[in-house]
């Protein structure tokens, strides 16, 4: 291994691993505070702090992106869907008409989701832009799961169909401003991200985009199908466990 390779950050090894395990661990204290505060009848409060936090780490990283030093116009936009995303995660858990928040759920189940099973990160524990990329899609992934997980939104088929139409919209605008600019934004462009995923195998570009939009339609439709299962599954709890507390 090359000294470059071995200073970069590696899909699957150990620091992979304890990143995944701390952002779920933050996922699943604030979904589990959400929950019990909901239950207790109003989680405003959580939301609130959640939207702050999340605003706050994202004027953060704009703010170190945009220094002289560092800025690339190539990587400082928020125009990823998660990047983009991101931003509207704090406005949608606090404001956001139902269109956005149910949006922003398929947003993070199935785009977001795929940064923490296919990284496309280089940089080591050791480096902010490390912390910066597990903190951007975790704020959407938190976004999607607060939704669904202490809300209970449960997006309906048309709901489903609308957000694919919403974000094919965005890829077209991205797809149009990568072209233009020759930038990789989506990875919609004609270069591939710097670490393997599953865009290596899909072909030469512009083809490739077409099979990025139709996987992204697939991956719509298995986070509603998600959805769909896991209400299905609390229904059916629910009325297990009346049943049974009445036979006592």
């Excluded at 994202?58 to 991101?86: E, I, K, N």
């Excluded at 269109?99 to 795929?114: K, P």
């Excluded at 940064?115 to 999607?144: C, E, G, K, S």
Aim: with cysteine.
């Amino acid at each position: 291994m090359s000294p470059a390779a071995a200073s970069q950050f590696e899909p699957y090894s150990v620091e992979h691993l304890i990143a995944v395990m701390v952002c779920g661990a933050v996922l699943g204290t604030w979904i589990a505070i959400g929950r019990r505060a909901r239950k207790l009848g109003d989680d405003l409060a959580v939301r609130a702090f959640g939207a702050g936090a999340m605003l706050m780490g994202q004027v953060l990283m704009q703010v170190y992106w945009l220094q002289p030093s560092r800025f690339d116009h190539a990587v400082a936009w928020p125009l990823h869907a998660c990047d983009l995303g991101a931003w509207l995660a704090p406005f949608s858990i606090l404001f956001g008409a139902r269109w956005l928040r149910v949006l922003l759920v398929f947003w993070g189940f199935a785009f977001a989701t795929q940064a923490f099973i296919q990284p496309t990160l280089t940089h080591q524990p050791r480096d902010l832009q490390f912390w910066f990329y597990w903190l951007n899609h975790l704020t959407i992934v938190a976004a999607a799961a607060y939704e669904v997980g202490v809300r209970s939104v449960r997006p309906t088929y048309f709901e489903l169909w609308r957000s694919v139409g919403l974000s094919f919209v965005w890829t077209a605008i991205v797809f149009a401003i990568d072209w233009f600019a020759g930038w990789n934004y989506m990875f919609l462009g004609q270069s591939t991200p710097e670490q393997t995923t599953v865009v290596d195998v899909l072909g030469a570009w512009p083809l490739r985009v077409v099979w990025i939009i139709l996987i992204g339609i697939a991956a719509f439709h298995i986070a509603w199908v998600a959805i769909e299962a896991c209400h299905g599954f609390s229904r059916r709890d629910v009325v297990r466990l009346a049943t049974e507390g009445g036979g006592v």
